[in-house]
């Protein structure tokens, strides 16, 4: 019996290993929290200056509105903690920051916007 109920043991942690193999938790750590797991971050590597997936992993705020960019590290603090005018104020700066005014052009071995 005892061989039998550690057989069963190590079947059910195989098990558990493969569901959170295929499954990953839902909830990802965010650096702006204290508590480090945040139920609006995600993980992604997209990068939306360029357009394309990069080999660099981002991390996502979902609760960020009206922003093109809504990476996490653009962040100066957690988005559910700013006022709104230091939200607008983000805003206004990130997407000034992504879409530049005419004469710029993306350039990926700067990894960033230069003059034409």
Same mark, same amino acid.
């Given at each position: 019996m005892n061989t039998q109920s550690q057989t069963s043991e190590v079947w059910l942690l195989k098990k558990q290993a493969i569901v959170l193999a295929h499954n990953p938790p839902m909830? /990802?750590?965010?650096?702006?929290? /204290?508590?480090?797991?945040?139920?609006?971050?995600?993980k992604s590597k997209y990068d939306p200056e360029v357009g394309e997936y990069l080999w660099e992993t981002y991390t996502y705020c979902g609760a960020m509105s009206g922003s093109i960019d809504?990476?996490?590290m653009k962040l100066d603090k957690c988005w559910l903690n700013m006022s709104k005018g230091q939200r607008s104020k983000h805003v206004k700066n990130? !997407? !000034?920051?992504?879409?530049p005014r005419r004469g710029y052009r993306y350039d990926k071995a700067v990894k960033g916007w230069v003059r034409i």
């Open positions: 909830f /990802e750590p965010c650096e702006h929290k /204290e508590k480090g797991i945040c139920p609006y971050s995600a809504t990476r996490a990130v !997407n !000034n920051s992504v879409f």
